[in-house]
């Protein structure tokens, strides 16, 4: 799908589905809405890396200060995803701002991340702060061109997400899944008024 197309239609509106706005960034200003249009919400901010999950040669204690072992979604073996091969996004723990799974979005909903003219189909992997918006998996921010070091890569912004609340990828590990689920939820997504 292209990516032009795909940031026309997301930037035709905002329908704020948020009750607040989000922050990139603690101590940022809250500037990110999310918006909602039927089978999807979205929004655009900035990309931080999340290095959690499974350890990994990139992704543990050492090369990631805030490492946390665990994501709050697990594959369907119950092991904990792989930031350093999966390619997820981040979505802001649930709260009176927004909750996402009022929305239909969960683990395994499928993404398009958009950053230039390159789309991403990822999954929804791990839940973060209430507050910030705007993190993806070591992988996604590698399969964009983005820096992936959790310590000093991610870009300050121009990363536009498109969280379907269609069919997930099953098993949520299963990457092919996701881009296969992803291309017809777009293509939906494109055709809806």
């Not at 706005?21 to 603690?26: E, G, H, L, S």
Request: aromatic content about 6%; proline content about 6%.
């Amino acid at each position: 799908m292209p990516a032009a197309a795909l940031l026309a239609k997301a930037a035709a509106s905002c329908k704020q589905v948020s009750r607040g706005k989000y922050r990139t960034d603690d101590g940022a200003a809250e500037t990110i809405p999310v918006c909602g249009k039927r089978g999807a919400v979205h929004w655009t901010a900035d990309m931080d890396i999340d290095c959690d999950g499974r350890p990994s040669p990139a992704c543990n204690r050492r090369t990631d200060p805030l490492f946390q072992n665990t994501t709050a979604f697990q594959e369907s073996t119950g092991r904990q995803l792989s930031a350093e091969w999966l390619p997820y996004i981040v979505v802001p723990g649930a709260s009176s701002r927004w909750n996402h799974t009022e929305h239909g979005i969960t683990g395994g909903s499928v993404a398009a991340v958009i950053h230039g003219d390159k789309v991403l189909y990822a999954v929804v992997g791990d839940t973060g702060p209430t507050e910030l918006i705007g993190e993806a998996s070591y992988a996604a921010a590698k399969a964009l061109g983005i820096r992936p070091d959790p310590g000093t890569g991610g870009t300050d912004s121009g990363v536009t997400y498109i969280v379907f609340d269609g069919p997930k990828a099953s098993p949520i590990e299963d990457h092919r899944a996701a881009v296969a689920q992803g291309d017809e939820l777009a293509r939906q997504f494109l055709t809806q008024n």
